[in-house]
């Protein structure tokens, strides 16, 4: 595999919280789709922690997208991050990487913040 760009970004989750409280749900639904909105009001007491996180892995992966080709700029809500079975992150697009790559993403969070890198790979 060939790394062809990364990308990080942390993210205060008080902030992402102080937002939430502000605009409730109409924040959700700007960032997140249906689908991911619906996973994390499971979350519990860890919602703002996985919403910040989520947030995060968007913006590692759009940062990844971008430097590698700056005409690729998903919005907020072309990538989708779930869990896999074994619960590793991963993502989807609502579009195609038509040159064959992949993202390979890791996300962390604590009490205070959350962080995500991406790494845009393609086969050599």
Same mark, same amino acid.
């Given at each position: 595999?060939?790394?062809?760009?990364?990308?990080?970004?942390?993210?205060?989750?008080?902030?992402?919280?102080?937002?939430?409280?502000?605009?409730?749900?109409?924040?959700?639904?700007?960032?997140?789709?249906?689908?991911?909105?619906?996973?994390?009001?499971?979350?519990?007491? #860890? !919602?703002?922690?996985? &919403?910040?996180?989520?947030?995060?892995?968007?913006?590692? @992966?759009?940062? /990844?997208? $971008?430097?590698?080709?700056?005409?690729?700029?998903?919005?907020?809500?072309?990538?989708?991050?779930?869990?896999?079975?074994?619960?590793?992150?991963?993502? #989807? !697009?609502?579009?195609? &990487?038509?040159?064959?790559?992949?993202?390979?993403?890791? @996300?962390?969070? /604590?009490? $205070?913040?959350?962080?995500?890198?991406?790494?845009?790979?393609?086969?050599?």
């Amino acid at each position: 595999m060939k790394i062809l760009s990364t990308g990080i970004d942390i993210v205060e989750v008080k902030r992402i919280k102080s937002l939430y409280l502000t605009y409730g749900k109409r924040f959700l639904g700007k960032i997140l789709n249906i689908d991911e909105a619906d996973r994390l009001e499971n979350k519990g007491k #860890s !919602f703002y922690q996985s &919403l910040a996180a989520r947030i995060a892995a968007k913006e590692a @992966i759009y940062k /990844a997208l $971008n430097s590698y080709d700056p005409r690729l700029a998903p919005k907020w809500k072309d990538i989708s991050i779930y869990n896999q079975d074994n619960g590793s992150p991963s993502a #989807s !697009f609502n579009f195609t &990487l038509d040159f064959g790559a992949t993202i390979a993403l890791s @996300i962390s969070h /604590a009490d $205070n913040y959350a962080v995500a890198s991406a790494i845009l790979l393609r086969e050599d």
